[in-house]
């Protein structure tokens, strides 16, 4: 996957009622050194729901974050659990993996609507997946694809949901990687896929369209939105598991709004707090880059009318493939998790 996957925040504190709520005990950590006979209590909690006036999106207490970020506290490592919460506080994306996604889409978004937020979702299992990269596979062939999508698009029923539909799919066509005999089987299945989703009463559906270092200029991409279906979704998904900044994303996003209607996106901000790694190869560039640093948190309060959200669609900590020492696609990495909390301004 050529934005890394399973591809800024400027001002990433937590608040002060975040951290308490992770954090409740303000004493000395077991790292630091106590006078004799003083307790030091650190219970941590999972993280809770931000407020509506914030995110509207859910936070799962039990994303692997918020695992890591007990762990480390139970191992007396204060300091690194409190980077890790800083990851562990904000929603982030439940990727649909291929086996029981109908169970999945039910879960995510039942527990959501538990908590009367919106659950943030990623459909990606589309044939022919990443070009046979680090994150290849997906559906055997097209009906397959279409029984898959069926199953999520059942388990999502009348529960909200933000659908990012098929990270790369879009790109990997107009880039030359995916071979084009498979090109019209998935502008098919992307746009039946649409359709489907927006079906939904209460499910928004972003495909896609690459990032503003990719796919150039904008307006390449503007008719393979088209053709798969963008007229009916609500728009389209830039910087997924990238490290493009927010400004040239929104850059980017407003022109190749322009040539499809006027359509609204939003822009994965995991990432890119300190922007791409400059003066690279493709590869170094996405593949879990050094220096990076955790992005803007999730919010709708994007102070632009085209930006319908910023979210945190690929999942902070979690490799980009087995590149620079790092775990398969989509393992958890609490080196390069450390890495990006500690960079984050």
């Not at 909200?160 to 880039?175: F, N, S």
């Not at 007229?231 to 990238?242: E, H, K, Q, T």
């Not at 996405?286 to 919010?299: D, I, K, V, Y």
Request: hydrophobic share 35%.
């Amino acid at each position: 996957m050529y934005g890394g996957n399973t591809g800024p925040r400027r001002a990433l504190a937590l608040t002060g009622a975040a951290i308490a709520m992770m954090l409740l005990a303000t004493g000395c950590s077991s790292e630091e050194k106590k006078p004799a006979g003083q307790h030091t209590s650190a219970a941590l909690q999972p993280p809770s729901q931000l407020p509506k006036s914030r995110s509207p999106f859910w936070v799962n207490p039990d994303a692997t974050a918020a695992k890591q970020m007990i762990q480390l506290q139970q191992a007396g490592k204060t300091q690194d659990a409190r980077l890790i919460a800083r990851i562990a506080a904000q929603p982030e994306a439940e990727w649909i993996g291929v086996d029981d996604p109908e169970g999945q889409t039910r879960g995510f978004t039942e527990a959501a609507a538990k908590a009367d937020r919106d659950a943030v979702l990623v459909l990606y299992n589309i044939p022919h997946r990443d070009c046979g990269q680090y994150s290849q596979g997906g559906a055997s062939d097209g009906n397959s694809y279409r029984a898959w999508l069926d199953k999520a698009v059942a388990g999502i029923g009348d529960r909200r949901a933000t659908v990012i539909l098929e990270p790369d799919a879009l790109p990997h066509m107009e880039d030359g990687c995916t071979p084009r005999q498979f090109h019209e089987e998935r502008y098919a299945l992307l746009k039946e896929a649409v359709g489907k989703l927006k079906q939904l009463p209460r499910t928004k559906v972003y495909l896609d369209a690459g990032n503003p270092s990719w796919v150039t200029p904008a307006d390449r991409m503007a008719e393979p939105l088209k053709r798969a279906g963008v007229d009916r979704a609500d728009g389209f998904a830039l910087n997924v598991s990238n490290f493009q900044t927010t400004q040239d994303s929104k850059e980017y996003g407003r022109q190749l709004s322009a040539l499809v209607g006027g359509k609204h996106f939003v822009i994965d901000t995991s990432r890119n707090g300190n922007g791409p790694l400059s003066g690279a190869d493709h590869e170094k560039a996405w593949c879990n880059p050094e220096g990076r640093a955790l992005g803007e948190p999730p919010t709708t309060k994007t102070g632009d009318p085209l930006v319908d959200a910023y979210l945190w669609v690929k999942r902070p900590g979690e490799s980009d493939g087995s590149c620079k020492g790092g775990p398969e696609a989509g393992q958890w990495w609490e080196a390069y998790a450390l890495e990006l909390a500690r960079n984050a301004k």
